[in-house]
Each structure stands twice: as C-alpha cells, then as structure tokens.
C-alpha cells in the first residue's frame, strides 16, 4: 500500500509546474528531519492524498524537504510525517519501506487489495502507452534531418529534438543566439545598479517546453560530468570547479540554446570545441 501511496504523493509533487531537477549529490549536507506526530488512529489512503494535495503550488528545491521548497522524496517524506508515519529520506529506501502489493502473504484487506490491483494495472498500461510514444517520436526524430543534427549536440536527444524541430518559428526570427536563448527564458535578469552589473535568475519568459527539454538535457550532461569527470580545461570543468551543479546545468542550457541557433541558422552538424591546454 505504501508504494502505491508515494507514487500518489510524488505526482502531486510533479503538478507545481516545476522543472525536474536531480537529486542532492553525494555527501551534500542532508536538511533535518520532518517532525514525527503519531496519529491516534490508522491513516486513511486518502488523508495521506489530501494532506500531499494540500502543498500544491510549494516550488521544488534541490534537496529541499520542508514546505519552503521540497524535491520529490523530501515532499513524500513531509506528508507521511504530518501522518505520523516517519519515511527514510532516500528513494531507495523509501522504496524499500513499501508492502508489496503482489506479495501473496501481504495482509492488507481484500477490498484494499483490489482497488491497488486497478491502480496497478492503469499505471502499467499508461507505462506501455508512454513506450509506444517514445518509439514513435525516435523513429520520427531519425527520420528527420534536422532531428538528427540536433542530436549531436549533448544533452539533445529525440525529444528535445524533435520538439524543437516541430515547436520553433522560422530561426531567421532571431537575429543571434542570445535572441534565441532569451525567447526560451534562458537568458538571466539584468539587476545592475551603481555601475555594477549583476545578473539574477533566469527570465523564464518564454517557450516552456523547450526551455524545460534543455535543463533536463542540461542536467544529464552536468549529472555524468560529475560521476566521469568533464575533460580538463574545458568550459563544463571550469564551471563545475567553481558554481553549484544546478547552476551549471542551468547555464549550459542557455549555453546549448545558442548551439542550436548556430545549427538552424548556418546548417552543419556539433563538433566539441577541442579543451585548452
């Protein structure tokens, strides 16, 4: 029941609107733990659903787990808390603290049984509609020449570029790349004052699909950076030695908009810029 309960949760956290974010790197200092009330009684499926409903709207936060800012397993582990029911921070873990539903000695009521069983099942056939579409929009992303230029770039894959293939007006619409990153929101705000310039978050003010393919992508590529290690000398190293990783990941987003502007608008296909010695 338990299982079938977080994966509620965590789509309620998926409805803020947020882009997806990876979660806390290794050794990142953890945030402290949501406060245990004991319930007088058994918690209902559906006070857990409503308590998670009720956070609609609180913005997601890269290791954050409280009502300021929340990633998805802080949000699962918040929930359960204010339930009473004390959850470990991790997803694995939270995972592993589950019953399983298809466990033939699990002692849940049959009725109960029966409800999760259909819930199951929505959840499997949603998951081989979401495989069908994932084939389709590959095959279509090879298929389609420009698709496939986009594709070199890292981070860029069939989604992304096939959404930016079908989604961007005519690229002589943007004089630069710059242009290009600033109609996707990607470009930050100016706040100078006194002569000194200092730039703020992102504008967020323009195509969100795309913008949010690109930070995902961006994401990734910061995410393996991390675990293999960025060539030395290169601007992704740099970055990485110095700004916190979603930052980067944010930046090299912009910085693969520009990419694509160079793609659309003078033809040819990515070549990495060879590392500075």
């Not at 293999?228 to 700004?243: D, F, H, S, Y």
């Amino acid at each position: 029941m338990l299982l079938v309960l977080i994966a509620l949760a965590t789509s309620a956290c998926a409805t803020t609107g947020s882009t997806p974010r990876p979660r806390p790197f290794p050794g990142a200092p953890r945030p402290p733990e949501a406060p245990l009330i004991v319930p007088p009684a058994p918690v209902a499926p559906t006070t857990i659903v409503t308590t998670a409903m009720m956070y609609r709207g609180v913005p997601y936060r890269n290791g954050g787990s409280d009502p300021s800012g929340f990633d998805c397993s802080g949000f699962v582990q918040w929930v359960f808390a204010q339930n009473g029911i004390r959850l470990p921070r991790e997803v694995r873990d939270q995972y592993g603290a589950g019953t399983q539903i298809e466990d033939p000695n699990c002692d849940l009521p049959e009725s109960a049984l029966a409800v999760f069983k259909v819930l199951i099942m929505s959840l499997q056939a949603l998951e081989e509609n979401i495989a069908i579409l994932d084939t389709e929009i590959s095959r279509r992303s090879k298929e389609d020449q420009v698709a496939r230029r986009l594709m070199t770039i890292p981070g860029v894959g069939p989604i992304t570029a096939t959404a930016i293939a079908a989604l961007t007006p005519p690229i002589e619409t943007f004089r630069t790349g710059r242009d290009f990153a600033a109609w996707l929101g990607l470009t930050p705000l100016q706040k100078s004052t006194g002569g000194k310039q200092r730039l703020g978050a992102i504008s967020k003010m323009g195509d969100r699909t795309i913008r949010r393919l690109l930070i995902i992508g961006g994401s990734a590529v910061v995410s393996h950076a991390c675990r293999r290690g960025a060539p030395v000398g290169t601007w992704l190293a740099r970055m990485l030695a110095r700004k916190p990783r979603m930052l980067v990941a944010v930046a090299l987003a912009n910085k693969t908009a520009r990419i694509v502007w160079a793609l659309l608008a003078k033809g040819g296909v990515y070549r990495a810029p060879v590392a500075a010695a």
